[in-house]
């Protein structure tokens, strides 16, 4: 049987992705084709740990943008053979909050670190788990901003000024011209409802074996 295809989802914080990995998960629900959803940071025991370092540990603000980049890595090198690899040779979807491009633009571009560094860690920690799509949602970092309003606890990530969110933003740009074939840019202003129709259109024209489950 011909595997499910490896999805991933980016954008800035604020951006609406999360929100579309769980409609697109709920699609997968309805038209009852086997999936996952995992999250970077994170996804398993060790990663999880890690994401707690990262984001919320009491004593994480004096972390180098080299500590990041590899605490990131190691999570991600879990994930691939801990989770996503086995998932996806059981002919699951998988669907992922997350991956490595999220490092290349905010460890890399935001925090200017050396790229080709970057991406051969990128290539080490995921080896050949290449995601067969991409979807970046793109908003520019005052709107994204005014939808982290809502009182919760706030990360370390979400605590930098506009500029580093512009400079993420146009890195995914970037990386969405360099490969046209595995990243989609979405308009991540429109409505949610709207965003997660063209998704699912594209997805279906794209893997036909999706609509063929049900």
């Known amino acids: 049987m011909r595997r499910l295809p490896f999805i991933t989802f980016e954008g800035s914080e604020g951006s609406g992705k999360s929100t579309q990995v769980q409609r697109l998960a709920a699609r997968l629900e309805r038209s009852g084709v086997p999936y996952l959803v995992t ?13 707690e370092l990262l984001q919320f540990a009491s004593d994480n603000s004096g972390m180098t943008p080299e500590t990041e980049l590899l605490l990131f890595e190691a999570s991600r090198s879990q994930l691939v053979r801990e989770i996503i690899k086995p998932a996806l040779e059981q002919a699951m979807c998988v ?14 571009a935001a925090r200017k670190l050396d790229r ?28 994204a901003k005014s939808r982290m309003q809502e009182p919760r606890r706030q990360d370390r990530m979400e605590q930098e000024p506009d500029d580093f969110y512009e400079r993420v933003r146009e890195a995914y740009r970037e990386l969405s011209a360099r490969e046209p074939n595995r990243i989609v840019l979405i308009n991540g202003a429109r409505n949610a409802d709207e965003i997660e129709n063209e998704i699912w259109g594209m997805l279906c024209s794209r893997f036909p074996n999706f609509t063929r489950h049900h």
């Open 39 to 51: 999250r970077e940071p994170g996804g398993t025991p060790i990663g999880e740990t890690i994401r």
């Open 95 to 108: 669907i992922a909050d997350r991956f490595f491009d999220s490092t290349t633009a905010y460890q890399g």
């Open 116 to 143: 080709e560094t970057v991406e051969r860690l990128n290539v080490f920690a995921a080896g050949d788990c290449i995601p067969d799509v991409t979807f970046v949602l793109d908003i520019d970092a005052t709107s």
